[in-house]
């Protein structure tokens, strides 16, 4: 058994963006990464997709963790144990199209902070998106589905980001992608209401209840999940430090 209670599987078996020899870790051949461009900071197994196995059930979480704060801890924390994910891949990604990047921290500092605010062991910090020079979300979950056949995904966002997601690039895309579990945020508890993509998806709402099944279920399908709120922002933190 691994540490997530999953009995371990043949190698052959395994899936990620891994390239897995018996004799040795993934190196950075077939995993679209050029040596030349990566980011300063950051080792190269950091670049690539988490190790995971057919049939487990994993969680999406991206951002630019601008900087990352205890509530963004408090969100997946939130959804490892309601959506009952073996895994949760926190993806820090170079930058967010709708965003100005004037005030964008180097990857490698919001990795490294990310990397110290996690301390659960089935959290994943991941930059992999920057060797595979991917801008948007649609292009991410394209590829990390193209990657990872057999294991069950669902996209996870705070209800904050849930009122502008109709903004996003392709996002009916990426809500017939992977399913979408929204996680309550402080003043946003009503959005996933008024917003164009909960009147847009209505239809395949699935009731809180179901969230532990949610990753196996035919997309589009999203659930909006109660829980605790931490008023932090990276936007409050950031203007503090300014003055």
């Known amino acids: ?61 991206g951002g630019s963790f601008n900087p990352p704060h205890a509530g963004h801890a408090l969100v997946a924390e939130i959804a490892l144990r309601r959506l009952a994910l073996d895994q949760l891949w ?23 902070l990310s990397e110290k605010i996690t301390k659960n062991p089935r959290i994943k910090v991941t930059a992999f998106e920057a060797s595979h020079h991917i801008r948007y979300t649609a292009d991410t979950l394209a590829l990390v589905r193209a990657k990872n056949p057999g294991v069950d995904f669902v996209w996870i966002m705070g209800a904050d ?29 009503l ?11 209505d239809y395949a709402r699935v009731d809180e ?16 999940i109660h829980g605790p709120r931490s008023l932090l922002s990276s936007t409050a933190i950031r203007q503090a430090a300014r003055k």
């Open 1 to 61: 058994m691994d540490r997530c209670g999953l009995s371990a599987v043949p190698a052959s078996q395994a899936v990620g963006d891994q390239n897995l020899k018996s004799d040795g870790p993934p190196t950075d051949a077939g995993q679209g990464i050029d040596p030349l461009r990566k980011p300063d900071g950051i080792a190269a197994h950091y670049l690539r997709m988490p190790y995971v196995e057919k049939g487990m059930q994993v969680g999406l979480f």
């Open 161 to 189: 980001s849930l009122r502008d997601f109709h903004h996003w690039q392709r996002w009916r895309q990426i809500a017939m992608t992977f399913p979408i579990a929204v996680i309550d945020r402080p003043g946003a508890t």
């Open 90 to 112: 926190w993806i820090v990604t170079p930058g967010k199209p709708l965003k100005s990047t004037r005030e964008l921290a180097p990857l490698a500092e919001r990795f490294r």
């Open 209 to 224: 209840g179901d969230a532990p099944i949610l990753a196996h279920m035919q997309a589009p399908a999203w659930t909006f």
């Open 191 to 201: 959005s996933f209401l008024s917003s164009v993509v909960a009147k847009t998806f």
